[in-house]
């Protein structure tokens, strides 16, 4: 039997650089503990989320729609969000070097007032030095490839 998901909505700031008041991320019911759901993607604007965090949650005005809680547990994943102007050419030599790391994205198009950019929301795995990620992304800012923002960076307990 299929999963069925859900969307848990996300409060944010409408004065921030984005200008949206929330963000609905996908969500599979967590089995052994009713109220908690495993977030099945990665956030373009929700700062302290990461894909597979679990997180709880209660129902809202819409029965499809869940309101997000807190974070009940961490899935190991970091994330960061990358503005680039869609004609960049050089993006594809320096994402090469976070894909080598086992980074992967999601991605989308924001009208912001710099104008017309590809937001992409990287999720940075657990077995990726985040160290080594983190360089990579200072570079390409560095480079002005990219303009990047941290959304959630997981840290192990050492």
Not at 90 to 95: D, G, R, S, T
Not at 138 to 153: C, D, L, P
């Amino acid at each position: 039997m299929a999963v069925q998901l859900v969307k848990v909505r996300f409060e944010l700031d409408s004065s921030g650089w984005h200008g949206h008041e929330s963000e609905t991320l996908w969500a599979a019911p967590v089995a052994t503990a009713p109220g908690c759901f495993r977030i099945a993607n990665s956030p373009f604007y929700v700062r302290g989320i990461s894909y597979l965090d679990v997180v709880e949650a209660a129902d809202g005005e819409d029965r499809r729609i869940v309101e997000f809680n807190r974070v009940v547990e961490r899935g190991g994943h970091a994330t960061y969000m990358l503005l680039v102007e869609p004609e960049e050419t050089k993006f594809p030599l320096y994402w090469n070097v976070l894909e080598e790391k086992g980074c992967s994205y999601e991605s989308t198009h924001i009208d912001l007032s710099i104008g017309r950019r590809l937001l992409l929301s990287v999720d940075v795995p657990p077995s990726a030095d985040l160290h080594e990620v983190y360089r990579t992304l200072e570079r390409g800012e560095a480079e002005g490839i990219w303009e990047f923002q941290e959304g959630y960076a997981y840290l192990p307990k050492q």
